[in-house]
């Protein structure tokens, strides 16, 4: 973790006081006591969104200040080789922030609250890895992960290190001085990309797409099952950082509360689901996820 000075420490920030954090986070100490209360005891899945990781540099669609745009479908990537080539041009630059990107004190809270045996497992709609990096071990990353690409004819999975390697060599031009906005699914906007090359799969010649679900792709069915088995395990639902706007994050609240699983949802602005939340928090992700773990941690460790 690190301190308010840039000093780094040793797992989450236990020693805060709550009340301090939550004055931070923006939430009321109230709302976060409700929590705490609906929270306490139980084993908890946890459901988070593109909020979590605006701390680590990336930013996330629909936060306030930013122009809602609209993404490339599924549909546009597979029909169009210039929108393709388009997407790949932005993707590349997009990955190398994504990669650089390192696990902020959100994240490693939920790897605590998992280490202690206080959250079960985590579903997170976001594909920059950064739960695992964090030392978070049962993640369903139900949208993929920017590490990979994948060859949409034979299947053949290769590292997005070692495509980025290849897209260097080709297009030394792409760090030429330009302006780039990163965008949550990795793309950037930038201009001239009718000269990018975008190779194609060794293996077969097929098209090459990141290992991500795009806008109009469904979610892998095992993948769904297995975030479905991950909530239907679980004694509470914890939403942190999602405005529950896409289908999946809202099919899986399904789950939680036609099995009277209580929900709480952490998140900055409205959701798409409040009146079904137990408590809402309109607070920051982080030091809520900080003030969290340092009050569910001690409370496990009390009851042991």
């Known amino acids: 973790m690190a301190t308010s000075d840039g000093t780094a420490t040793d797992g989450p920030a236990t020693g805060v006081p709550?009340?301090?954090?939550?004055?931070?986070?923006?939430?009321?100490?109230?709302?976060?006591?409700?929590?705490?209360?609906?929270?306490?005891g139980k084993r908890i899945a946890v459901l988070t969104g593109a909020g979590v990781s605006?701390?680590?540099?990336?930013?996330?669609?629909?936060?306030?200040?930013?122009?809602?745009?609209?993404?490339?479908?599924?549909?546009?990537?597979?029909?169009?080789?210039?929108?393709?080539?388009r997407y790949w041009a932005g993707s590349h630059l997009g990955w190398r922030?994504?990669?650089a990107a390192r696990p902020n004190d959100g994240h490693r809270a939920l790897a605590a609250l998992e280490q202690a045996g206080v959250v079960s497992g985590i579903v997170t709609q976001n594909v920059d890895g950064l739960h695992l990096r964090a030392g978070s071990r049962r993640v369903?990353?139900?949208?993929?992960?920017?590490?990979?690409?994948?060859c949409l004819t034979c299947g053949q999975v290769f590292s997005r290190a070692d495509l980025a390697a290849v897209l260097d060599r080709d297009n030394p031009w792409i760090d030429e001085p330009g302006t780039v906005q990163l965008q949550p699914d990795g793309d950037v906007e930038i201009t001239d990309v009718e000269r990018f090359r975008?190779?194609?799969?060794?293996?077969?010649?097929?098209?090459?797409?990141?290992?991500?679900?795009?806008?109009?792709?469904?979610?892998?069915?095992?993948?769904?099952?297995?975030?479905?088995?991950?909530?239907?395990?679980?004694?509470?639902?914890?939403?942190?950082?999602?405005?529950?706007?896409?289908?999946?994050?809202?099919?899986?609240?399904?789950?939680?509360?036609?099995?009277?699983?209580?929900?709480?949802?952490?998140?900055?602005?409205?959701?798409?689901?409040?009146?079904?939340?137990?408590?809402?928090?309109?607070?920051?992700?982080?030091e809520t996820l900080v003030a969290l773990a340092a009050r569910l941690t001690s409370s496990a460790m009390i009851d042991r």
């Not at 369903?140 to 994948?150: L, W």
Request: glycine content about 8%.
């Open 18 to 40: 709550t009340t301090d954090r939550q004055a931070a986070a923006g939430g009321s100490a109230a709302e976060f006591e409700q929590a705490v209360a609906v929270l306490e």
């Open 54 to 85: 605006t701390d680590s540099g990336i930013p996330d669609y629909r936060g306030a200040g930013r122009v809602v745009r609209k993404p490339m479908t599924f549909q546009e990537f597979l029909a169009d080789p210039a929108k393709r080539q």
């Open 97 to 99: 922030t994504f990669a």
């Open 140 to 150: 369903v990353e139900v949208h993929g992960s920017m590490d990979r690409a994948v």
């Open 198 to 286: 975008v190779p194609d799969c060794t293996v077969c010649g097929g098209v090459l797409k990141p290992d991500v679900v795009f806008f109009g792709e469904f979610v892998p069915a095992e993948k769904f099952r297995e975030a479905v088995s991950l909530v239907a395990e679980a004694d509470a639902l914890l939403v942190v950082g999602s405005s529950l706007t896409v289908n999946s994050g809202v099919r899986l609240l399904d789950h939680a509360t036609r099995r009277k699983r209580p929900v709480v949802i952490v998140n900055r602005g409205t959701t798409r689901s409040d009146r079904r939340a137990a408590v809402k928090l309109d607070a920051g992700t982080t």
